[in-house]
Protein backbone atom coordinates (compact mmCIF):
# COMPACT_ATOMS: atom_id res chain seq x y z
CA UNK A 1 0.00 0.00 0.00
CA UNK A 2 1.11 3.45 0.13
CA UNK A 3 3.68 4.68 2.08
CA UNK A 4 6.23 7.79 3.27
CA UNK A 5 9.59 7.19 4.26
CA UNK A 6 10.75 9.18 7.16
CA UNK A 7 14.04 10.01 8.02
CA UNK A 8 16.32 10.55 10.63
CA UNK A 9 14.29 8.18 12.99
CA UNK A 10 15.32 10.94 15.94
CA UNK A 11 17.80 13.93 15.99
CA UNK A 12 19.55 15.30 19.10
CA UNK A 13 20.62 18.88 18.30
CA UNK A 14 21.83 21.74 20.54
CA UNK A 15 19.68 24.33 21.17
CA UNK A 16 20.25 27.13 18.15
CA UNK A 17 21.41 24.37 15.40
CA UNK A 18 18.70 23.87 13.24
CA UNK A 19 17.03 20.64 12.40
CA UNK A 20 16.06 18.65 9.22
CA UNK A 21 13.51 16.12 8.75
CA UNK A 22 12.35 13.85 4.94
CA UNK A 23 10.05 12.17 3.92
CA UNK A 24 10.23 10.32 0.51
CA UNK A 25 7.29 8.48 -1.44
CA UNK A 26 8.32 5.71 -4.14
CA UNK A 27 4.81 7.26 -5.58
CA UNK A 28 3.50 10.41 -7.01
CA UNK A 29 1.93 12.13 -3.93
CA UNK A 30 -1.24 14.33 -5.02
CA UNK A 31 -0.12 16.88 -1.23
CA UNK A 32 1.77 16.41 1.83
CA UNK A 33 0.76 17.23 5.47
CA UNK A 34 3.21 17.71 8.38
CA UNK A 35 2.52 17.64 12.09
CA UNK A 36 3.71 17.54 15.47
CA UNK A 37 3.47 15.88 18.06
CA UNK A 38 4.46 16.91 21.53
CA UNK A 39 5.69 13.98 24.32
CA UNK A 40 2.54 12.94 25.34
CA UNK A 41 0.28 14.65 23.23
CA UNK A 42 -1.96 13.96 19.92
CA UNK A 43 -0.68 15.41 16.64
CA UNK A 44 -1.16 19.07 15.42
CA UNK A 45 -1.27 19.85 11.90
CA UNK A 46 1.37 21.87 11.02
CA UNK A 47 0.72 22.39 7.14
CA UNK A 48 -0.43 21.52 3.83
CA UNK A 49 1.61 21.06 0.82
CA UNK A 50 0.40 20.73 -2.81
CA UNK A 51 2.17 21.91 -5.40
CA UNK A 52 5.15 21.01 -7.28
CA UNK A 53 8.17 22.49 -5.89
CA UNK A 54 5.95 24.82 -3.07
CA UNK A 55 7.73 26.19 -0.06
CA UNK A 56 6.11 27.50 2.79
CA UNK A 57 7.92 29.02 5.67
CA UNK A 58 6.01 29.30 9.31
CA UNK A 59 8.08 31.59 11.76
CA UNK A 60 11.66 29.09 12.03
CA UNK A 61 9.77 26.66 9.97
CA UNK A 62 9.99 25.79 6.25
CA UNK A 63 8.07 23.24 4.48
CA UNK A 64 9.32 22.08 0.82
CA UNK A 65 7.58 19.71 -1.63
CA UNK A 66 10.08 18.13 -4.37
CA UNK A 67 9.35 19.19 -8.23
CA UNK A 68 8.54 15.18 -8.72
CA UNK A 69 5.93 15.54 -5.45
CA UNK A 70 7.91 12.07 -4.35
CA UNK A 71 9.46 14.28 -1.06
CA UNK A 72 9.20 16.73 1.50
CA UNK A 73 11.39 18.40 4.12
CA UNK A 74 10.90 20.50 7.44
CA UNK A 75 13.75 22.44 8.38
CA UNK A 76 13.55 24.10 11.41
CA UNK A 77 15.71 27.35 11.86
CA UNK A 78 17.67 27.83 15.44
CA UNK A 79 16.04 25.19 17.53
CA UNK A 80 14.12 26.10 20.61
CA UNK A 81 13.70 23.60 23.71
CA UNK A 82 9.95 24.30 22.86
CA UNK A 83 10.29 22.56 19.27
CA UNK A 84 11.04 19.03 21.00
CA UNK A 85 8.10 16.49 19.79
CA UNK A 86 7.64 14.31 16.63
CA UNK A 87 7.45 15.71 13.26
CA UNK A 88 5.45 13.24 11.32
CA UNK A 89 4.86 14.21 7.56
CA UNK A 90 1.59 12.28 6.08
CA UNK A 91 -0.15 11.73 2.93
CA UNK A 92 -3.59 11.31 2.08
CA UNK A 93 -3.42 10.98 -1.25
CA UNK A 94 -5.43 7.39 -0.77
CA UNK A 95 -8.81 8.77 -1.03
CA UNK A 96 -9.66 10.75 2.43
CA UNK A 97 -7.15 8.57 4.75
CA UNK A 98 -4.10 10.02 6.28
CA UNK A 99 -1.42 7.64 6.23
CA UNK A 100 1.43 9.00 8.55
CA UNK A 101 5.47 7.98 8.05
CA UNK A 102 7.51 6.79 10.67
CA UNK A 103 8.37 10.48 12.12
CA UNK A 104 11.36 11.98 13.30
CA UNK A 105 11.69 12.69 17.05
CA UNK A 106 13.52 16.17 17.82
CA UNK A 107 15.19 16.73 21.46
CA UNK A 108 16.80 19.74 21.85
CA UNK A 109 19.63 20.12 24.74
CA UNK A 110 19.50 23.86 26.19
CA UNK B 1 -9.21 24.86 14.25
CA UNK B 2 -11.94 22.53 14.93
CA UNK B 3 -11.83 20.81 18.25
CA UNK B 4 -12.05 17.06 18.70
CA UNK B 5 -13.25 15.54 22.45
CA UNK B 6 -11.84 12.35 23.39
CA UNK B 7 -12.82 10.25 26.25
CA UNK B 8 -12.00 8.96 28.33
CA UNK B 9 -7.75 10.13 28.29
CA UNK B 10 -6.73 6.68 29.87
CA UNK B 11 -8.42 3.64 30.96
CA UNK B 12 -7.16 0.92 32.83
CA UNK B 13 -8.87 -2.58 32.50
CA UNK B 14 -8.51 -6.02 33.60
CA UNK B 15 -8.05 -8.43 30.96
CA UNK B 16 -10.75 -10.12 28.75
CA UNK B 17 -13.20 -7.12 29.85
CA UNK B 18 -14.36 -5.06 26.69
CA UNK B 19 -13.39 -0.97 26.78
CA UNK B 20 -15.34 1.85 25.14
CA UNK B 21 -13.88 5.22 23.89
CA UNK B 22 -15.84 8.01 22.35
CA UNK B 23 -14.28 10.46 19.90
CA UNK B 24 -16.59 14.13 19.14
CA UNK B 25 -16.54 16.72 17.12
CA UNK B 26 -17.63 19.88 19.37
CA UNK B 27 -18.06 22.57 16.43
CA UNK B 28 -17.80 20.82 13.04
CA UNK B 29 -19.66 17.56 11.41
CA UNK B 30 -17.72 14.87 11.02
CA UNK B 31 -18.57 12.63 8.11
CA UNK B 32 -15.61 10.68 8.54
CA UNK B 33 -13.36 9.44 11.36
CA UNK B 34 -10.23 7.86 11.69
CA UNK B 35 -9.29 5.37 14.76
CA UNK B 36 -5.13 5.32 14.95
CA UNK B 37 -3.55 3.23 17.46
CA UNK B 38 0.41 4.16 18.16
CA UNK B 39 2.53 2.30 20.33
CA UNK B 40 5.44 3.65 22.57
CA UNK B 41 7.79 5.82 20.28
CA UNK B 42 6.09 4.44 16.81
CA UNK B 43 4.23 6.10 14.18
CA UNK B 44 0.33 6.72 14.33
CA UNK B 45 -1.17 2.92 12.73
CA UNK B 46 -4.31 3.69 10.98
CA UNK B 47 -7.12 1.00 11.87
CA UNK B 48 -10.03 1.78 10.07
CA UNK B 49 -12.10 4.52 8.64
CA UNK B 50 -15.89 5.27 9.90
CA UNK B 51 -18.61 6.96 7.59
CA UNK B 52 -21.41 8.44 9.69
CA UNK B 53 -24.04 6.03 8.98
CA UNK B 54 -21.91 2.88 7.20
CA UNK B 55 -20.20 0.67 8.28
CA UNK B 56 -16.64 1.12 8.79
CA UNK B 57 -13.82 0.18 6.96
CA UNK B 58 -11.01 -1.57 8.97
CA UNK B 59 -6.98 -1.68 7.25
CA UNK B 60 -5.13 -5.22 6.72
CA UNK B 61 -4.88 -6.90 9.43
CA UNK B 62 -7.15 -5.01 12.28
CA UNK B 63 -9.85 -7.25 13.39
CA UNK B 64 -13.17 -5.90 12.93
CA UNK B 65 -14.61 -8.22 15.26
CA UNK B 66 -12.11 -7.15 18.14
CA UNK B 67 -12.30 -3.67 17.40
CA UNK B 68 -15.63 -2.20 16.99
CA UNK B 69 -16.55 1.15 16.03
CA UNK B 70 -19.74 2.54 15.24
CA UNK B 71 -20.42 6.30 14.12
CA UNK B 72 -24.13 6.64 14.73
CA UNK B 73 -24.03 10.70 13.80
CA UNK B 74 -22.24 13.23 12.64
CA UNK B 75 -20.71 14.13 15.93
CA UNK B 76 -19.91 10.78 17.73
CA UNK B 77 -18.06 7.78 16.62
CA UNK B 78 -16.71 4.60 19.01
CA UNK B 79 -14.23 2.45 19.13
CA UNK B 80 -15.14 -0.64 21.35
CA UNK B 81 -11.84 -3.27 22.32
CA UNK B 82 -13.60 -6.24 23.15
CA UNK B 83 -12.24 -8.77 25.42
CA UNK B 84 -8.97 -6.75 26.11
CA UNK B 85 -6.00 -8.58 26.57
CA UNK B 86 -2.49 -6.74 27.36
CA UNK B 87 -0.93 -6.97 24.15
CA UNK B 88 -4.12 -4.00 23.16
CA UNK B 89 -2.45 -1.73 25.84
CA UNK B 90 -1.93 1.33 23.34
CA UNK B 91 -2.27 5.05 22.76
CA UNK B 92 -5.58 5.35 20.74
CA UNK B 93 -6.01 8.58 19.04
CA UNK B 94 -9.56 9.72 16.27
CA UNK B 95 -9.61 12.39 14.24
CA UNK B 96 -12.12 13.76 12.28
CA UNK B 97 -12.53 15.34 9.02
CA UNK B 98 -16.19 17.29 7.49
CA UNK B 99 -17.07 18.18 4.37
CA UNK B 100 -18.23 21.45 5.35
CA UNK B 101 -16.42 24.68 6.95
CA UNK B 102 -14.02 23.04 9.25
CA UNK B 103 -11.49 20.20 8.34
CA UNK B 104 -13.27 20.37 4.88
CA UNK B 105 -10.28 19.03 3.01
CA UNK B 106 -7.03 19.85 4.60
CA UNK B 107 -6.24 19.02 7.78
CA UNK B 108 -7.08 16.24 9.97
CA UNK B 109 -8.60 17.10 13.52
CA UNK B 110 -7.32 14.85 16.63
CA UNK B 111 -8.94 13.84 19.69
CA UNK B 112 -6.36 13.94 22.64
CA UNK B 113 -5.89 10.53 22.43
CA UNK B 114 -6.93 7.78 24.73
CA UNK B 115 -4.23 5.87 27.03
CA UNK B 116 -5.74 1.76 27.21
CA UNK B 117 -4.03 -0.47 29.71
CA UNK B 118 -4.85 -3.89 29.85
CA UNK B 119 -3.82 -5.35 33.67
Known amino acids: GQQVMQIPQYQHVQEGEDFTTYCNSSTTLSNIQWYKQRPGGHPVFLIQ?????EVKKQKRLTFQFGEAKKNSSLHITATQTTDVGTYFC??????????FGAGTRLFVKA | GAVVSQHPSWVICKSGTSVKIECRSLDFQATTMFWYRQFPKQSLMLMATSNEGSKATYEQGVEKDKFLINHASLTLSTLTVTSAHPEDSSFYIC???????????????FGQGTRLTVV
Open chain 1, 49 to 53: LVKSG
Open chain 2, 95 to 109: SARGTVGQGSNTEAF
Open chain 1, 90 to 99: ADNTGGFKTI
